[in-house]
């Protein structure tokens, strides 16, 4: 989680901001609380039963989803900015088909309605054009498929950031280890709205607890995190049938 702010930017930009610390994040992500025992487990839980279901992976990072969901016998395919990102999640997940992309353009490889459920776990916030890159998701997927997404909690942004909940604005932060990182700071009402115009329904909208393993990572994080919207939040949502 962000432990520091910083200078405000224009735009988040199209740079791998990951791929400097790939290697680091998934020595991270793979055990850490907020990773292992309360974003992944939620979003899991929030795409249901996935056996024999085509899922796309967003912004797939080093596979640690994908795993998971090769492991409940989806069939998984995935893309990431990052290139050595690609390379961990090609030697964790080899049943995978993962590739270098950057949301900013089509998923031009991949067909209309073609795709069963979409995952896009905490990448939302690094997308300068959203509601392109979510109107390009709902294109790919099924009439009857879905969209798990997650995100940083806009509340524990404001929390941590201050000034007006409302202004829209990107920032620089140092996550977790040191990495420096730039994402969108935008209200709740924003990604609502960009879901909208590009064309879903939301169909639910959780701000998950982290799992009780997690009291045994770190038992302070893990008390914030049952009592304040400090973390994430995550949101399944389906296509408007009616656009």
Same mark, same amino acid.
């Given at each position: 989680?962000?432990?520091?702010t910083?200078?405000?930017?224009?735009?988040?930009?199209?740079?791998? %901001?990951?791929?400097?610390?790939a290697?680091?994040?998934?020595d991270?992500?793979?055990?850490?609380?907020h990773?292992?025992?309360?974003?992944?487990?939620?979003?899991?839980?929030?795409?249901g039963?996935?056996?024999?279901?085509t899922?796309l992976?967003?912004?797939?990072?080093?596979?640690?989803? /994908?795993?998971e969901?090769?492991?409940?016998?989806?069939r998984?395919s995935?893309f990431?900015?990052?290139?050595?990102m690609i390379?961990?999640?090609? %030697? +964790?997940?080899?049943?995978?088909e993962f +590739?270098?992309?950057?949301?900013a353009?089509?998923?031009?490889?991949?067909?209309?309605g073609?795709v069963?459920?979409?995952?896009?776990?905490? /990448?939302?916030d690094y997308v300068?054009?959203?509601?392109?890159a979510?109107?390009?998701? +709902?294109?790919?997927l099924r009439?009857?498929?879905?969209?798990v997404?997650?995100r940083?909690?806009?509340?524990?942004d404001?929390m941590?950031?201050?000034?007006?909940y409302?202004?829209?604005?990107?920032i620089?932060?140092?996550?977790?280890?040191?990495?420096?990182?730039?994402?969108?700071?935008?209200?709740?009402e924003k990604t609502?709205?960009?879901?909208?115009? /590009?064309g879903?329904?939301?169909?639910?909208l +959780?701000?998950p607890?982290p799992s009780?393993?997690?009291?045994?990572?770190?038992?302070?994080?893990?008390r914030?995190?049952?009592?304040?919207p400090?973390?994430?939040?995550?949101?399944?949502?389906v296509?408007d049938?009616?656009?």
């Amino acid at each position: 989680m962000p432990v520091q702010t910083g200078r405000m930017t224009d735009l988040v930009g199209t740079d791998p %901001q990951y791929d400097v610390f790939a290697d680091d994040f998934l020595d991270h992500a793979e055990n850490s609380l907020h990773n292992a025992h309360y974003d992944r487990p939620f979003c899991l839980e929030l795409l249901g039963d996935v056996e024999g279901k085509t899922v796309l992976d967003v912004a797939c990072g080093p596979g640690l989803y /994908a795993e998971e969901l090769v492991a409940r016998g989806a069939r998984v395919s995935g893309f990431d900015q990052s290139p050595r990102m690609i390379e961990l999640s090609g %030697q +964790r997940v080899p049943s995978g088909e993962f +590739r270098v992309h950057d949301l900013a353009r089509p998923l031009d490889w991949i067909e209309d309605g073609s795709v069963d459920l979409v995952l896009f776990a905490l /990448a939302l916030d690094y997308v300068d054009d959203r509601v392109a890159a979510l109107r390009e998701l +709902r294109r790919v997927l099924r009439a009857d498929g879905a969209l798990v997404l997650s995100r940083l909690h806009p509340t524990g942004d404001w929390m941590r950031n201050g000034g007006s909940y409302f202004d829209e604005r990107v920032i620089d932060e140092v996550f977790s280890r040191g990495w420096q990182v730039r994402h969108w700071f935008v209200p709740l009402e924003k990604t609502c709205e960009e879901l909208h115009e /590009a064309g879903f329904l939301i169909e639910r909208l +959780r701000e998950p607890r982290p799992s009780p393993l997690a009291k045994d990572v770190n038992p302070e994080t893990y008390r914030r995190l049952c009592r304040e919207p400090a973390g994430f939040l995550a949101i399944r949502a389906v296509p408007d049938p009616r656009r």
